[in-house]
Structures are given as structure tokens and as C-alpha cells.
């Protein structure tokens, strides 16, 4: 692929995300996009077949750019509390930063889109609730720590709290910001969480 056409992509790709973030509860129309751009409709479908696919684009750059940093977290991280703490203040505060974006991740621009794009996104936080699960599965080995709630009730309450923040700053118009509270609230929501493991005998 040439380095124009991978510009050209992420130009379009980085109007999209300003649109989202300029016109809350809006539809993007590939026309306005054009315009945005700056070239002809038929240009943006030389680049991407459908507004499906620039949606697509962008819900692969949130899973790059969260699952990557998410790795970096698990090698430099030992403890388990930390890195939920972590993985979760990293969701917020790409959210605060990719408002627009953000938006995909609540579903609010997906109205009215194809089925597949809502099912990414519920694979992306599935996944993440997935990491989180194993996080706390492996606390018990490597720690001797079990939260107080079963596995997958414990990592859905983690996740919940984040997605809760991320749903009131696109509601907000983006003013509530979704990291605001969150280090006051973190010691308070995870109070208790643990209780310690039985260490079996050797």
C-alpha cells in the first residue's frame, strides 16, 4: 500500500472521529464526510467500499491502541489490583482523549448501522472482561488473593464502573469527564474486594 493511500485513509479516518466528536447524536452521512475531507464521495469509496468499513477502521485503531498498552501493563504489573486499576484508567482516559471515538464504544453512532459493528464492539469489551477474569483467576496463584464475588461477577463489576463513566461523558455532551473521581473512587470501589485464598499445604 502506497504511503498516500495509507494518509488519504487515516485523513478520512481522523474526519470521521471529528464529526463524532463535533455532532453528538448526529448521523454521519458520507456526503457530509466529503466535505469534511475535502474530495468527492467517489474518492472516499476508492479508499474504504462502505461508511461500514471507515467504522471499522476506527474500531481497530480503539483495539490497537487499548490491547497494546494493555500487554505492556501485564509485563510491567505484578499485582493484580494494580492492574485492573490500570487497565481500566487506561479505557477512560482513551476515552477522554478520542471523544468522538468514544461514541462507537457506547454504540450512540452506530444507530442504524450494520449488526457486525455493534458485535465488535461487544467482542472489545468482552475481551477486556475476559483479561480482566484472568487477571483475578491468577491472583489467587500468584498472590493468594480471591475476590469476594465469583470470577466472572467480580470482573463484570470492575468493567461495569468504567463503562458507567465512559456512557455519562458521551450523555454529558464530553463534559462529565470520564476520569474525573475515578483515583478517589478506585480504593472505595475495590474496599473489600479480596478476601485471602487458602494456601494449599505442601
Known amino acids: 500500500m502506497s504511503s498516500e493511500k495509507i494518509t488519504r485513509r487515516q485523513q478520512i479516518l481522523e474526519a470521521l472521529a471529528h464529526m463524532l466528536e463535533a455532532s453528538p447524536g448526529a448521523r454521519i ?4 464526510l466529503a466535505r469534511e475531507v475535502g474530495f468527492s464521495e467517489a474518492a472516499l469509496y476508492r479508499h474504504f467500499p462502505s461508511k461500514s468499513k471507515m467504522f471499522e477502521g476506527l474500531i481497530e485503531f480503539i483495539e ?4 497494546s498498552r494493555v500487554a505492556l501493563i501485564l509485563r510491567e504489573e505484578p499485582s493484580a489490583l494494580n492492574r485492573c486499576q490500570k487497565i481500566l484508567h487506561l479505557l477512560l482516559a482513551f476515552c477522554e482523549r478520542n471523544p468522538g471515538i468514544t461514541r462507537l464504544l457506547t454504540g450512540d453512532a452506530l444507530t442504524g448501522e450494520t ?7 461487544l467482542q472489545l469489551f468482552d475481551r477486556l472482561e475476559t483479561q480482566i477474569r484472568q487477571i483475578l483467576r491468577e491472583a489467587e496463584l500468584r498472590e493468594y488473593l480471591r ?4 470470577l466472572g461477577g467480580a470482573a463484570n463489576l470492575l468493567l ?3 463503562e458507567g463513566r465512559i456512557v455519562q461523558y458521551v450523555r454529558s455532551g464530553f463534559k462529565r469527564k470520564p476520569t474525573e473521581y475515578w483515583e478517589e473512587q478506585w480504593p472505595v470501589l475495590t474496599s473489600g474486594f479480596f478476601r485471602e485464598a487458602v494456601v494449599p499445604v505442601r
Do not use: D, K, N, Q
Open 160 to 162: 461495569a464502573s468504567a
Open 64 to 67: 490497537e491502541a487499548i490491547f
Open 147 to 150: 475476590p469476594v464475588l465469583p
Open 115 to 121: 449488526e457486525r459493528l455493534h458485535g465488535r464492539i
Open 29 to 32: 452521512t458520507t456526503a457530509a
